[in-house]
């Protein structure tokens, strides 16, 4: 097919990632005003139109009014106010309506026009279905704090998060093979997987931190206000469930998975030197957001993780997970452009 076919198709699926990139963020924010809960209901068609008069305004508040989260949190907020936290839910809910969209008519549009190889064909239908499947987990989640809960369960959060950054890496490799279209034979690159692997664990760990608003304390670094430890780190039985469920062991987790994967950039960098062309400059650029996203970390932290840095916190992360895995696919492809 025509070069110039095959960059359309990978600048395309760029588009989708960096809408799946606005998602994140936004889904952070989401989380971070207490919005997620404001829709009580998954309707994936009407659910496209936000309440259009005061009646279905006062609807949606008094839905809204039988949840824990305004009986024990927000008893007394006014209409308006729940508007503000409204529209953040909206947004993020019609994002992902518009990335269906934007999916599947340019996949109907390459695919007429033989830009999209008929043996893509199923790999495209799988990034559909996941993305489907994306929006069925993010209602599943929102489900867990309408009954007893004021938020929203830690463990579905990084679920959530979870499927969309899978999301995300499988549509940026895909974009990578339009764009770049090396044909040689691929050689290993298992350091390089490693790291992403990380990358995208660490960032599950930050989805049980958030879940757990365990950013609001123990708010000094290095050390834990004082302490090396966070102070009764297993007070839960059985001692294994603090790792998800204790806020200061979450929190010690997150940070110990920052040393590790900061270790291992440091590593790719040190590699990377020895290399050439892309290879050598996604090494630099690994390791370049690694220290960002570790300073950036610090500080929101430190400032007790106010909403735009820790939302710029997480979709530095997400950006990071996004260069581990351009450094991966220019390091299993590295003969072909050294």
């Not at 974009?175 to 050689?187: G, I, M, Q, S, V």
């Not at 609001?216 to 302490?227: A, K, Q, R, V």
Request: aromatic fraction near 14%.
């Amino acid at each position: 097919m025509p070069k110039a076919s095959r960059q359309q198709v990978g600048i395309w699926l760029l588009a989708i990632a960096l809408i799946i990139l606005a998602m994140v963020t936004i889904g952070g924010l989401t989380r971070l005003t207490g919005s997620g809960l404001s829709i009580t209901e998954w309707d994936p068609i009407m659910g496209a139109l936000p309440p259009l008069n005061d009646t279905q305004w006062a609807d949606a508040f008094a839905k809204y009014q039988k949840i824990p989260q305004y009986l024990l949190e927000n008893r007394g907020m006014s209409l308006e106010a729940f508007k503000g936290i409204f529209w953040w839910e909206w947004s993020h809910r019609l994002l992902g309506r518009l990335l269906g969209v934007m999916f599947v008519i340019p996949f109907l549009w390459f695919a007429w026009k033989g830009a999209i190889r008929k043996s893509d064909w199923p790999r495209m239908l799988v990034l559909f279905l996941l993305g489907g499947l994306q929006g069925f987990i993010g209602w599943w989640m929102v489900e867990s704090g309408l009954e007893t809960r004021v938020s929203v369960s830690q463990y579905r959060l990084a679920i959530h998060l979870g499927t969309a950054l899978l999301l995300l890496v499988a549509i940026l490799w895909i974009a990578l093979e339009y764009l770049r279209d090396l044909k040689t034979a691929p050689r290993p690159a298992s350091r390089a997987f490693c790291f992403a692997a990380l990358v995208y664990c660490q960032m599950l760990l930050g989805a049980l931190v958030a879940g757990l608003h365990a950013g609001l304390i123990y708010n000094t670094w290095p050390d834990m206000n004082g302490h090396l430890l966070p102070e009764h780190p297993f007070f839960s039985q059985p001692w294994w469930i603090n790792f998800f469920e204790n806020p200061g062991l979450a929190q010690f987790d997150h940070r110990i998975g920052a040393y590790i994967v900061a270790g291992f950039a440091l590593f790719i960098y040190a590699r990377g030197l020895r290399l050439g062309g892309y290879a050598r400059f996604t090494a630099q650029l690994v390791a370049a957001i690694t220290i960002f996203q570790v300073a950036l970390g610090v500080v929101t932290l430190s400032l007790q993780a106010p909403e735009a840095l820790a939302a710029f916190h997480q979709v530095t992360a997400a950006t990071l997970l996004c260069a581990a895995v351009w450094h991966a696919y220019e390091l299993r492809h590295y003969s072909a452009i050294a």
